[in-house]
């Protein structure tokens, strides 16, 4: 027991004893502690901050890959697309004898393209449109004084879009204004 009354005797050293009055004390030690919780709701907002752009992101991420999942796949079919127009095309519709056959590559080919627009596969066919370098690729140009310059006279292979995204360019032949002739340049 005297011991702990020596303990309780002893007066803790205090700041002012050493000089420094206890309010100045006290009042650097707040302000310390105020700056170090502001740096850790900083810290701790920037967090929430960068966790919710992982989380935005990796949605996003997950949507295009549901969006765009079929891509290769609907590359893929395109060319079974562009041999029935091929053989549609190339086919004698006044030819008695293909005649079913024709009429099943008709039945065939309108499926194909019920199946691609089902899957949000849009059909590029710009015949007499713009040139749009976007969706369309030149493969050559051609003097033309029925069409506008600048605009698509023939298609060669036809684009597609997957859910508004370029899958393939058209392949397409660009009109350019006739160049004068000889006559009228004398």
Same mark, same amino acid.
């Given at each position: 027991m005297a011991d702990e009354q020596n303990l309780d005797n002893q007066a803790p050293e205090t700041p002012a004893a050493e000089g420094v009055p206890a309010g100045e004390d006290l009042v650097a030690r707040v302000q310390a502690l105020e700056e170090q919780l502001a740096a850790a709701q900083d810290q701790a907002l920037r967090a929430a901050a960068e966790l919710q752009n992982v989380r935005r992101r990796a949605e996003q991420d997950v949507e295009k890959a549901h969006k765009f999942a079929l891509e290769r796949f609907a590359q893929? +079919?395109?060319?079974?697309? !562009?041999? &029935?127009? #091929?053989?549609?095309?190339?086919?004698?519709?006044?030819?008695?004898?293909?005649?079913?056959?024709?009429?099943?590559?008709?039945?065939? +080919?309108?499926?194909?393209? !019920?199946? &691609?627009? #089902?899957?949000?596969?849009?059909?590029?066919?710009?015949?007499?449109?713009?040139?749009n370098p976007e969706h369309h690729q030149a493969m050559a140009m051609e003097e033309s004084d029925s069409a506008e310059p600048g605009s698509v006279l023939k298609v060669f292979q036809k684009g597609y879009l997957l859910s508004g995204r370029l899958l393939r360019p058209a392949m397409v032949v660009v009109s350019k204004a006739p160049a004068p002739s000889n006559d009228e340049q004398a």
């Open positions: 893929d +079919l395109l060319g079974v697309v !562009d041999s &029935l127009e #091929r053989g549609i095309e190339l086919s004698d519709p006044s030819d008695e004898s293909i005649r079913p056959m024709r009429e099943g590559m008709e039945l065939t +080919l309108k499926m194909f393209h !019920d199946v &691609l627009k #089902r899957y949000q596969l849009e059909q590029l066919d710009p015949h007499g449109e713009p040139f």
